[in-house]
Structure formats: structure tokens, C-alpha cells
């Protein structure tokens, strides 16, 4: 699979196999994914243990990237469906880049386009993907960042604290 390189401004300049652009740390596109159910929880999941990086630890309903020729919020999408078994609307909430090295040598250079949606339905995760699921409070999901960050993704940690104020901004409107 390809990813889609791009510059500080996302602007597409080129494409990269995907391992290749994590083992040389370039700059590509990819997506996260938010979803909150009826009581304002929201669905987090623990990564498959066998995932190439951060394996066992928790992090959003989805994290991928769009393949080249791909807009962004299809792949987002596409692998919804694939990762966690259901569709919803998703909506464009935020971006944001972020740059992590792994104790494997790969390293994420990522500029990250959120998107959030609503879902109450049945959950069907792909085993290869997801070990655990689970919908929680923000409250409860913030308060176990500030104890056990490193059970938690680096973008999750970087991504939270922004869909915390962009939510409530969103009630404040």
C-alpha cells in the first residue's frame, strides 16, 4: 500500500509504500477517527498485540491513510468499515501533525485530518486490527491519560485534548 506524501501545508507531493515512508519518517497524510455514541461516550479501542507498532495500546475508533487517488474522508470510511464493522457520517473536525520515533525504528510523520462521528449501534471489529473495545466517558478517559499515558497511542495523547476543547466548542454554538 502507498501513502500520500505531503508538505507542511498538505499539499500532495508524491506518494511512498507505506512502510517505507514510516522507516524514512517523511511527511504523508493520514486520518483519525472519533466516534461518540447516545450518552456522549466515546469508542476507544486497544490495538491487535501483532500490529507493526503500538501494539496493546489504546487509542480511538480508527487511525489509517488514504491511498493515492483517495479523498481523504472516503478512506476514512472505507476503513471504518473495515476496522470496526459499521458506517456512520463522519465530519471534518480538526487537523493536526505530529512527528513520533518507535522502539522498532519506524517513526510517524504524520499531517492527521480528525473526523468525528455518531454511532450506537453494534460494534463488529476486525480481530486483526482491534483486541478490545469499549465506549467511555471523556471524564474517565482524560483522567486515565494523566495516570497511564503510555497505555495510550502518542497521536491519541495529542489528539484528545483537541477533540475535548473542539467539543466543546461545538456546545457552546
Partial sequence: MEVILVDANDVEVGAMEKMEAHKKGVLHRAFSIFIFNGQGEMLIHQRATQKYHNGGLWTNACCSHPMPGEKTIEAASRRLKEEMGFVTKLTKAFS????????????????????????????NPDPEEVQAYTFKGMKEISEQLASMPNDFTIWFRIAFPRMEAYRLKQQLH
Avoid: A, C, Q
Fill in 96 to 123: 493536526f501533525t505530529y512527528k513520533s520515533g518507535f522502539d522498532n525504528g519506524l517513526t510517524e510523520n504524520e499531517f492527521d485530518h480528525v473526523f468525528i462521528g455518531n454511532y450506537s449501534g453494534i460494534v
